[in-house]
C-alpha cells in the first residue's frame, strides 16, 4: 500500500530556510510525480510545486527562485528546500503522489485532482 510521510516543518524567522521531506513507500518512486501543497489556516490546500520522474520541476509564482523541489529514487526520497521564508509561507505542507503517467500531472501549478494519495502534513511557521 502506497504511504507517503512527510516531516521537516518547524519554526522559524523570516528569511529562515527549512527542508521539508517525503518518504514514500509501498510502491517504487519512479511510478510517481510528487507535488507539495500548502494549506494555510481557514483557506483551502494549493500547490507549491511538483516533480515528475524525469525531474521536470513546476513552481506556484509565489516560491519560485526560493524553493526547490528534488526527489532521489533509490531512497524513495522527495525533499522541499524552502529558503528566505516569508510569513505568508506558514501552513500545514501535504506531500502527494499521483501516477507519473496522468496527462499533464506536473504542468504548471500542481491541482489536487490527479494526486491520489497526499502524506499526513507538516507544520511550517514563519513568524518574527
Known amino acids: 500500500q502506497l504511504q507517503l510521510v512527510d516531516s521537516g516543518g518547524g519554526q522559524v524567522q523570516p528569511g529562515g530556510s527549512l527542508r521539508l521531506s517525503c518518504a514514500v513507500s509501498?510502491?517504487?518512486?519512479?511510478?510517481?510525480?510528487i507535488a507539495w501543497f500548502r494549506q494555510a489556516p481557514g483557506k483551502e490546500r494549493v500547490g507549491v510545486s511538483c516533480?515528475?520522474?524525469?525531474?521536470?520541476?513546476e513552481y506556484a509564482d509565489s516560491v519560485k527562485g526560493r524553493f526547490t523541489i528534488s526527489r532521489d529514487n533509490p531512497t524513495n526520497m522527495v525533499y522541499l528546500q524552502m529558503n528566505n521564508l516569508k510569513s505568508e509561507d506558514t501552513g500545514v505542507y501535504y506531500c502527494?503522489?499521483?501516477?507519473?503517467?496522468?496527462?499533464?500531472?506536473?504542468?504548471?501549478?500542481?491541482?489536487?485532482?490527479?494526486?491520489?494519495?497526499y502524506g499526513q502534513g507538516t507544520q511550517v511557521t514563519v513568524f518574527s
Open positions: 509501498g510502491f517504487a518512486l519512479h511510478d510517481f510525480t
Open positions: 516533480i515528475t520522474d524525469s525531474r521536470h520541476t
Open positions: 502527494a503522489a499521483g501516477l507519473d503517467s496522468y496527462p499533464g500531472i506536473c504542468t504548471g501549478v500542481p491541482r489536487q485532482g490527479p494526486y491520489a494519495k
